[in-house]
């Protein structure tokens, strides 16, 4: 039985041939504080080390924080002190998130780097990169909530829920931008949240989660100050950039010059997994949101992730954008049967995890290969390096 299937076109293939990779990052912190500080980490690594490598690992630290804080602290209970049944995460495992983000953040800077250092620059380290970018918006956010537990000072998990949702498109519109314009303009939040994450974490391993335990004048409580700054951000510093971004191209005659239905084509699938999922969660027979958040936003942010990866590989590829990618399909059986068998809603709720995992880690693994093969290169080595 062959496993492995072959998920891209000679179409693909041939526009990844073409690809050149164009971005442009205006970030004061990214540009006068990350990259020179990038540029002296980079001087560190052999040059034996593929750009690749250096990629995964730093996914790798954001998987282990998510293990650590679902070992700790997997209801979101543990930093809600009305909720006493539940341990409080020790102030060590903040320190340890800390230093897993600052090194998931610097070698997500260097792996470029190290790419051009090596004269190993190609389509599949983007592909690789961005795509496990997109599955990390996820595990960090995630990790976050446990800083403010789920009852008092903080947010409901359906509006952690929603915030979650803000992450995932404001990720996902700057591939919507790079798809219609054919640059990726790196948005000025993603250097500032993951600074303002460690920074939370360092605090948080010094004062425990107390420290966030209080209310601004008119009862604003820090989790829900957390939630408004990224709603704001969204709303003032990434979609209107964005809707500017991709005018100016049409204006300009700069960009793909897509008709309106195929500019709009990648937003298609996204909507309907926020449609059904929603749907599901605030329609719950049993409220499975309450019941168990974290394996809701653990599917969720995985099809997430497979479906910004889909686009992801459009835009590189200059290809059209699947419109309905076959993950949804489960989504919306089991969306269907959690209200026809409803004692069985939260088992349906892991059986789609555990589809949404096997579903995305086949993909992404038939794709790099594919890719490798193409191209003739390894994944994590780099090909005839003799030093």
Known sequence: ????????????????????????????????????????????????????????????????????????????????????????????????????????????????????????SGPLGELFDHGLDSWTAMLITSCMYSVFGRTEHSVSPLRMYFILWNVFVNFYLSHWEKYNTGVLFLPWGYDASMVATIVVFILTSFAGHAAWKFDLPGGLSAGSMFEMLLYVSALVSNLPVVLWNIYKSYRDKTGKMRTLPEALRPLIPLTILFAIATTWVIYSPNKIIYADPRIIYFAVGTIFSNICCRLIVAQMSNTRCEILPWILVPVAGTAVFAYIIPKLELQLMYILAAIALAAHVHYGTCVVRQMCRHFRIHTFRIKNHSE
């Not at 041939?14 to 004061?28: H, M, V």
């Not at 052999?46 to 650590?68: M, Q, R, Y």
């Open 1 to 120: 039985m062959r496993l492995e299937v072959e998920y891209l076109s000679q179409e693909h293939l041939a526009g990844f041939e073409n690809y050149k990779y164009s971005s442009l990052d205006t970030s004061p912190l990214s540009i006068y504080v990350m990259h020179p500080f990038w540029n002296k980490v980079v001087q560190f690594c052999p040059k034996w080390v593929a750009p690749n490598a250096l990629t995964f690992s730093g996914f790798l630290f954001t998987v282990v924080n998510f293990v650590i804080f679902s070992r700790y602290d997997y209801y979101f209970f543990a930093s809600s002190d009305d909720q006493t049944q539940y341990p409080a995460i020790p102030k060590w495992i903040f320190a340890l998130a800390a230093f897993n983000i600052f090194m998931a953040y610097t070698l997500d800077g260097i792996d470029g780097k190290q790419a051009r250092r090596t004269q190993t």
